[in-house]
């Protein structure tokens, strides 16, 4: 197998021998900067003897009960526990998962969005899957789209709404064609929704409201996974879920208990706590919302049309030449960011989607963001 190396690995080979003076504000990675909720650290403080026991592949019955409660709360979405496996983190299952699905397929083909979180064409590697790249770009609006070819050849489609890195949201109309298009052509529909809880305006819906919607009630073709890590400021408790199909999840959970990805019981405990308990997502919501505000304010001088998205918390910023704009902004303002064209490959007409753009995520205080944004708009 030969993957391509992780995006922090060519910025690390970028940046090489870049020699800069002071504190370095780095806006590469979607790591929460703000603390984990006391509350959530304490539980794991006071469950810490359970490290002496073996956790279960299917996890326990209180997590996955504080899932399905959080899937009925936030989206109406009331799912039999045979609906849904927690997971350690998502990481783990956009990786396994389409090894596992497409393992007895004859020349799979994954599509995936393009630029991308790069699990996905690392799974697609896996798979000895052929890869398509649904291009988002300007004149899409970001948004993914399929042929009726691609989609009659399609064993597995990954969607990404909220998206990382472009910040486009699927609407619930766009779901429910999304969830038509995987039954009338027979692909199996993925939506990862890590981002569902970063938010300022409208609550953005996930694929199991849109199979309800059409009637698809027991979700069939489609699933979703979730993660705790932006919701919580919890990446470390690596906790996630899978949902959807009970046809497919049942032979997927009976996989699992070969791969060794169970979460150790205090992290379970402490994670189960996170999903049951809204009031904790609050306050850094409301600061990745003003965070978003100051992109558009202080970005946006230098671009009038800046697209500043109200989901997740990164900034899909256009620029000149990705490459050189990221070491020439680290080498004057000591601010790290990542190339565009980094996250996303050429497509058939040799055009990469991400170059010319840079992420920037907007995981800092407001005060640190402040500054690092006024020195960065310099540059545009």
């Not at 599509?111 to 899957?129: D, L, T, V, W």
């Not at 009338?184 to 938010?199: K, T």
């Not at 996303?344 to 920037?360: A, D, I, T, Y």
Request: with cysteine.
């Amino acid at each position: 197998m030969e993957f391509q190396p992780y995006p922090f690995e060519k910025l690390n080979s970028l940046i090489c021998g870049i020699q800069t003076s002071g504190e370095r504000i780095s806006l590469t990675i979607g790591e929460p900067q703000f603390n984990t909720p006391k509350n959530i650290c304490e539980i794991l403080r006071q469950k810490v003897e359970f490290l002496n026991k073996y956790p279960k592949t299917a996890g326990e019955g209180f997590l996955k009960d504080s899932m399905l409660n959080f899937l009925a709360r936030r989206f109406n979405v009331a799912l039999n526990p045979n609906e849904l496996i927690p997971t350690f983190g998502t990481r783990e299952v956009l990786f396994n998962f389409p090894q596992f699905y497409l393992f007895d397929k004859k020349n799979p083909i994954l599509a995936h969005p393009n630029p991308f979180y790069q699990i996905y064409e690392g799974a697609a590697i896996a798979s000895r899957a052929k890869s398509i790249y649904m291009n988002l770009t300007p004149q899409n609006s970001f948004k993914p789209s399929l042929t009726k070819e691609q989609m009659q050849d399609c064993d597995l489609v990954i969607l990404n709404s909220p998206n990382n890195p472009t910040g486009a949201t699927l609407s619930l109309e766009e779901l429910k064609q999304w969830v038509e298009y995987a039954l009338e052509y027979d692909f199996l529909l993925l939506n990862d929704e890590c981002y569902s809880e970063i938010y300022s305006i409208s609550k953005p819906t996930s694929i199991l409201q849109a199979c309800l919607e059409i009637g698809n009630e027991r979700f069939k073709n489609v699933l979703a996974l979730n993660s705790i890590s932006k919701r919580s400021s919890a990446p470390g408790l690596r906790s996630g879920f899978i949902a959807g199909d009970s046809n497919i999840l049942k032979p997927y959970l009976q996989y699992r208990t070969y791969v060794g990805c169970a979460s150790p019981l205090p992290l379970q405990y402490a994670a189960a706590f996170a999903w049951s308990e809204d009031s904790h997502t609050e306050s850094s919501r409301a600061q990745y919302a003003k965070n978003l505000q100051l992109a558009k304010e202080i970005l946006g001088a230098k671009i009038p049309n800046l697209r500043v998205p109200n989901e997740t918390f990164y900034v899909w910023l256009p620029v000149q030449n990705d490459l050189e704009w990221t070491k020439n902004l680290l080498m004057k303002e000591n601010i790290l960011v990542l190339p565009g064209s980094f996250l996303s490959r050429k497509n058939n007409k040799g055009e990469n989607p991400g170059e010319n753009f840079v992420r920037l995520a907007l995981v800092y205080e407001e005060s640190i963001l402040k500054d690092a944004l006024l020195r960065l708009q310099k540059w545009l």
